[in-house]
Every structure is written in C-alpha cells, then in structure tokens.
C-alpha cells in the first residue's frame, strides 16, 4: 500500500490510460497482484454475488443484511444487465463470478441452471429459489418450528395447496428431520413424481408417513402446523383467474385450521394473497407464526452463510 500512496493516486479518475504514466500502471499492476494473494490466502472478508432473474423481497434483502452482518459484503445482479442475459452461457459466467467472489446465489426458473452454475463454478452456489425448489425458505420454516414447539421429530406437518417449488422443498426438508408429512392438492397439481418417489424412501427410512390426498381436511386433522403458499407463484400470472376457481376448496380459512391441534401453529412463505389461499383472520390470528418465519430467513441464510463460504 505504500507504493501506492507514493504516486499519490488518491482521487484520481480511471478514463483511460492515457492519464498514467509507466510507474503508475506497473504500481497498480504490483497492487493488484499481492491484493489477488490476500484474497487467496483466506482474508476474512466474503464476497456474495447474488444473481435475480425472479423479482425478490425476503431473498434479497435477507442476504443482504446476513452477509453485512457476518462482516461480508452482498453484490445484486439482475440478469438483465448481465451478459447472461444477453446469451453468454452459464458454464462461462460461472467460471468468471467464480474467479472474483466466494459464493453465488442465484434465483432464477430453471433448476437446471442452478446445477450447471453450480457445475462450473469453483465456489459454493446458493439455491434462492427455482420453479422445482425452494430449500432456503424451508431451513427458515424448521428453525421457526423448533422454536415455537421445541422439536421438530414426530411434528405432523399439513400442506394444502398447489405442488410446487415449495411442496417439494418442505416435502423433502420435513421427512428428513423426522416429521410426518400431509400434502392436500387438487388432482392434477400434485408434486412432482420424482419428488414424491424419493421422498417415499426418506419416509421409510425414518419410519413416517408422507400421505397424499385430494382432501385438504384429511390432511389438516389433528396436525401440529398448517401450511399454505400462493395458488399461483412467479411465472403463472395468467393461470391466476382459473387457479382461483380450481383451488377455492384448498383455502386455509378459520374453519379448516379447527380441525388441526388447538396449538397448531400456521404458517405461509409469503407473499400472501388474503382472502385467496389463506384468510385475513387466520394470517393475523394468534396462531399465526408467518412474520417469525419471514424473520427466520435472515438467520437461516447467515447459517448457509457462515458454514459454506
């Protein structure tokens, strides 16, 4: 750093090299190289390149203060001022983000990109959510049913809604901590087969059930927590008036929450449409725990965070 307070570059513009002589390149030069070492070698500063192709609140936001608060620093990308946007493939962008941060979360559509950006990349990729998974929200959705019921083995976990990214995710995540899970969708949009198959074999292992049905209240009867999300999730804006009439049964409503443990806790990803898949009463009930589970986002993805970078 020495050197460089010498040329006396401090608030200097960077137009063009025309304004730096050969000393002033070579000292830039040197700088760059033993910066590149002290990254290499394992400062303690983490940079987190967070890639937006799907609009965000929780997601961004939650990143951002997690990886501030962790002493790290949090760079946006929207794909559309990325040259990904304009064709370049992933396999290459990949390999470049790779060479300047210490982690990518991406949030896209396709959970293939996700793989092949994950493939190529030489530093961890976050999943921030595809069309087939949502992994971040549902390590927010344990550690929020750990604290209000202590335990997450033996919990009897109810979903009622569309098989999505989420249905997958929480299929997944609440077989392999032990909980019996409930899935309550109208035929035809159920999970995924290859999702349900091997969430079939977590559930064996353990020892739980995983029950299907087309009956939101054989799903809810006696469970410990009911949970719901959007009938129609990012990219399905124009099935929403149609999803309305087919998932109008599927509504988490006061009347369907009585059938679940009188301390049932409810639950929601956000954002919620009120009066669509879940009820103004219930969302703002005393049993609600939604606005704890948004919270949860932030120390779920500081755990990611801090274990993986």
């Known amino acids: 750093m020495s050197e460089l307070h010498k040329t006396n570059l401090k ?12 000393d002033e390149i070579m000292q830039l030069v040197d700088l760059a190289i033993e910066l590149k070492a002290l990254q290499k070698a394992g400062i303690p500063y983490k940079t987190l390149a967070m890639i937006f192709q799907k609009a965000s609140t929780r997601t961004r936001v939650s990143f951002e203060v997690g990886m501030y608060q962790l002493g790290g620093h949090a760079l946006f990308l929207n794909t559309n001022d990325m040259q ?11 390999r470049v983000l790779a060479r300047y941060v210490d982690g990518i979360m991406i949030r896209t559509y396709k959970h293939s990109d996700v793989e092949e950006l994950a493939e190529y ?7 921030g959510l595809t069309d087939d998974y949502h992994p971040t929200q549902v390590l927010a959705d344990l550690i929020t049913i750990k604290e209000h019921k ?20 929480l299929m997944i995540g609440c077989a392999k901590v032990g909980m019996e899970v409930r ?5 035809g ?10 969430v079939q074999e977590i559930a064996k292992e353990k020892g739980v059930k995983l029950i299907l049905t087309h009956d939101p209240k054989e799903a809810v009867a ?17 099935e929403k008036e149609i999803r309305k009439k087919i998932f109008a049964d599927y509504q ?17 990803c956000l954002p919620a449409y009120r009066g669509m898949e879940i009820t103004e009463d219930v969302i703002e009930g005393p049993q609600s725990v939604v606005f704890d589970e948004a919270e949860n986002r932030l120390h779920a993805h500081k755990a990611i965070l801090a274990a993986m970078l």
């Open 11 to 22: 608030g200097r513009d960077f137009l063009t090299l025309k304004d730096f002589d050969t």
């Open 84 to 94: 990904i946007g304009r064709g370049e493939p992933i396999k290459d962008t990949a």
């Open 121 to 127: 990349a030489q530093v961890p990729v976050i999943n």
């Open 150 to 169: 202590g335990h997450l083995e033996g919990i009897k976990f109810a979903y009622v809604g569309d098989g999505n990214n989420m249905t997958h995710s």
């Open 183 to 187: 899935v309550a969708t109208p035929e």
């Open 189 to 198: 949009y159920e999970p995924q087969a290859e999702v349900v198959a091997y």
């Open 222 to 238: 006696g469970a410990d927590i009911v949970c719901t999300d959007t009938w129609a999730s990012m990219g399905q804006e124009a």
């Open 252 to 268: 988490v409503n006061a009347e369907l929450v009585k059938l679940a443990d009188q301390d049932a806790l409810v639950m929601h």
